[in-house]
């Protein structure tokens, strides 16, 4: 199994507080994603990174920030979490930017914001 | 940008009788295809890919997958379903623009 963590795994906050979530990897890809997933919409791309300080946006980016100071870690922060952002949040590596190439993905971290 | 359909929310098959699921893509160029399955409380594990070459792909699992380009297809077979492949299926297109699509998925629930 491809070495990626997520921290927290399950995470209640409040309407209006921060929130940050960790993937961090042993594999040192160069690529790294953040995806949301809901029911009948998959995976939803969020930010991803394509090196140390290099990061994009996704699909679905308004309402996340993301920061990456170091290959093995990848941070989201949601700045002020709103209902609307509960849901399971998945990482994911990749060796490089080519979609030909397979994503690895971590086990998840559910967000609950009340 | 591209874009991906499955059809089918939700599958009920017997252990032991075979099982197709739907995937269907839009994008102008050839796509890059997989199909991820997702156990519950688990994150995505790659069953097969496709990006040049015989179009019948063989995956992990006893999977395989079917590109048809004139149908914009890449629908996801097994020959014999057993209990331990209950999970959630996804298809997904990748193009060279680093940005993945996955369709909304389709749970298959296996009967005894």
């Known amino acids: 199994d491809a070495g990626i963590t997520q921290s927290p795994r399950h995470k209640v906050t409040e309407t209006g507080t921060p929130v940050t979530l960790r993937c961090h990897q042993t594999e040192n890809h160069r690529y790294m994603y953040w995806y949301r997933q809901d029911p009948g919409h998959g995976l939803r791309l969020i930010h991803y990174?394509?090196?140390?300080?290099?990061?994009d946006k996704g699909e679905v980016s308004d309402g996340y920030s993301v920061s990456r100071s170091k290959t093995e870690d990848f941070l989201l922060t949601l700045e002020s979490a709103t209902s609307s952002q509960t849901s399971v949040y998945f990482c994911?590596?990749?060796?490089?930017?080519?979609?030909?190439?397979?994503?690895?993905f971590g086990p998840g971290t559910r967000l609950t914001v009340l | 940008a591209q874009s991906v359909t499955q059809p089918d929310i939700h599958i009920t098959v017997s252990e032991g009788a075979s099982l197709e699921l739907r995937c269907n893509y839009s994008?102008?160029?050839?796509?890059?295809l997989f199909w991820y399955v997702q156990s519950p409380g688990q994150g995505l594990q790659l069953l097969l890919k496709y990006f040049s070459g015989d179009t019948l792909v063989q995956g992990i699992k006893g999977f395989e997958a079917e590109f048809k380009r004139s149908q914009s297809s890449f629908n996801l077979r097994k020959p014999s379903v057993h209990w331990s492949d209950a999970a959630e299926y996804f298809c997904?297109?990748?193009?060279?623009?680093?940005?993945?699509?996955f369709g909304a998925g389709t749970r298959l629930t296996v009967k005894p």
């Open positions: 994911a590596i990749q060796a490089d930017g080519r979609n030909r190439n397979e994503q690895f």
């Open positions: 990174s394509y090196g140390v300080k290099d990061t």
């Open positions: 994008y102008g160029a050839t796509p890059y």
């Open positions: 997904a297109v990748g193009a060279n623009n680093n940005d993945m699509r």
